[in-house]
Nanobody
Framework: QVQLVESGGGLVQAGGSLRLSCAASGRTFSSYAMGWFRQAPGKEREFVAGIRRDSSNTYYADSVKGRFTISRDNPKNMVYLQMNSLKPEDTAVYYC????????????????WGQGTQVTVSS
């Protein structure tokens, strides 16, 4: 089992940057691929970025490609989302999630979820 806790959200102006962190409990963190999702008010939760167990591959939603970077530190049980050039449409609750699959962009593939952290981008 994995427990996930996100942090680093907040209010930022358009064009600014934020770095989200996700702390994972459990000794099997390195056996999970990790992902970041987000959910804006009135919208479905959507995939943002994913990373394989050994960081050998990362993948992104088209809407954030070139602006966001996902990374992980397995010895520290941490995964990060560096968000640059933020836009008002990036405003959402951001969730960290873990999957036993090699990789996935499908919400249904993820077994464990954090409680979320709010990101608000003002124009």
């Amino acid at each position: 089992q994995v427990q996930l806790v996100e942090s680093g959200g907040g209010l930022v102006q358009a064009g600014g940057s934020l770095r989200l962190s996700c702390a994972a409990s459990g000794r099997t963190f390195s056996s999970y691929a990790m992902g970041w999702f987000r959910q804006a008010p009135g919208k479905e939760r959507e995939f943002v970025a994913g990373i394989r167990r050994d960081s050998s591959n990362t993948y992104y939603a088209d809407s954030v490609k070139g602006r966001f970077t996902i990374s992980r530190d397995n010895p520290k049980n941490m995964v990060y989302l560096q968000m640059n050039s933020l836009k008002p449409e990036d405003t959402a609750v951001y969730y960290c999630a873990a999957t036993g699959r090699i990789s996935s962009q499908a919400r249904q593939s993820y077994d464990y979820w954090g409680q979320g952290t709010q990101v608000t981008v003002s124009s």
